[in-house]
């Protein structure tokens, strides 16, 4: 067993088990790539891939459990060089953020920008997609961090920080019969609502406190984005239901913010980043920054 062998492991689950594109990867020709296999299957006495024919189908038993160990080998390997960069004091490098709309645009700002301010040498990538979606991105190294509300707490595998607490808020434009008197789930039951996705920004809490109520919801619209969500409700299609961080008084001064966090769970946006993860320096600061702001700006 060599570590070649174990980097084609981890290559082959990369690309779906192609082993083509493994081969080209590891600028080997198909037939070595398809050799180190076999004889590594040899050495363990048992086969690691389901097969049909030539064909990779995907992991026997044993391989699931030897690919947990092939991750592992693979933190190590870029925990090392971290180490060696933080050691040598380098502040050249990338910080990978994966995180959700609501997060990129409304939490994220300030600290990314005296991240750049400290660390001018390291380039930032972020990518905005669904909280599950951003787990994954943890768990195949392309993201250092990741910050959402839904999810995180169901791995195992990550550090999950809770960063700050926050409530929903009904949005409707002045004239809407929700912009006077007190706000019920029964009075938010009797129109469309616009909120978020599946397994966004506390969609969760919404449907659980309406389930609660026996309240039945009805979601005609739904989105990632808050910015997509206040657009259609300033074109009547209903009321809309977001974070209470997404409303902005200057920009959304045409439509009335309703608090519902006595209707509505609170939520709690969180970070998360691998168990296994060394956090080099710079990662430990962006991540104090990100805890300061929220500390500052919702007291949580």
């Known amino acids: 067993m060599n570590l070649n062998q174990l980097e084609l492991l981890r290559v082959l689950k990369d690309t779906q088990f192609n082993q083509s594109k493994a081969a080209e990867i590891m600028h080997v020709v198909q037939s070595a790539a398809s050799r ?28 699931e459990q030897v690919m947990e160990q092939v991750d592992r080998i693979n933190q190590a390997k870029k925990n090392i060089l971290s180490i060696a960069d933080d050691f040598r004091e380098n502040r ?49 190294h392309r993201a250092d961090i990741a910050i959402c509300t839904e999810k995180l707490d169901e791995d195992e595998k990550l550090v999950v920080k809770s960063c700050y607490e926050w409530q929903h808020i009904a949005v409707v434009p002045r004239h809407h019969p929700l912009a006077q008197g007190d706000v019920t789930l029964g009075r938010l039951a009797a129109f469309p609502i616009l909120t978020y996705s599946q397994g966004y920004t506390g969609r969760s809490n919404i449907e659980k406190a309406f389930k609660n109520a026996g309240k039945e919801l009805d979601i005609t619209l739904s989105a990632a984005d808050s910015d997509i969500i206040k657009t259609y ?68």
């Open 233 to 300: 409700v300033r074109l009547g299609l209903g009321v809309g239901i977001i974070a209470g961080t997404s409303y902005e008084s200057r920009n959304d001064n045409d439509l009335v913010a309703r608090d519902l966090s006595h209707l509505i769970p609170r939520s709690v946006t969180k970070i998360a980043y691998l168990k296994q993860l060394y956090l080099p320096t710079y990662l430990q600061y962006f991540i104090n920054e990100l805890l300061s702001k929220a500390a500052k700006e919702h007291q949580y």
């Open 36 to 63: 180190q296999l076999q004889l590594l299957e040899e050495e363990l006495g048992s086969p690691l891939y389901e097969r049909h024919g030539k064909k990779l189908l995907g992991l026997t038993p044993l391989g």
């Open 92 to 140: 050249n490098g990338a910080l990978h953020i994966a995180t959700t709309h609501t997060q990129a645009k409304y939490l994220l700002p300030e600290p990314v920008q005296k991240f750049r301010e400290k660390y001018p040498g390291i380039t930032i990538y972020m990518v905005q997609s669904s909280p599950q979606d951003l787990i994954d991105q943890l768990h195949q």
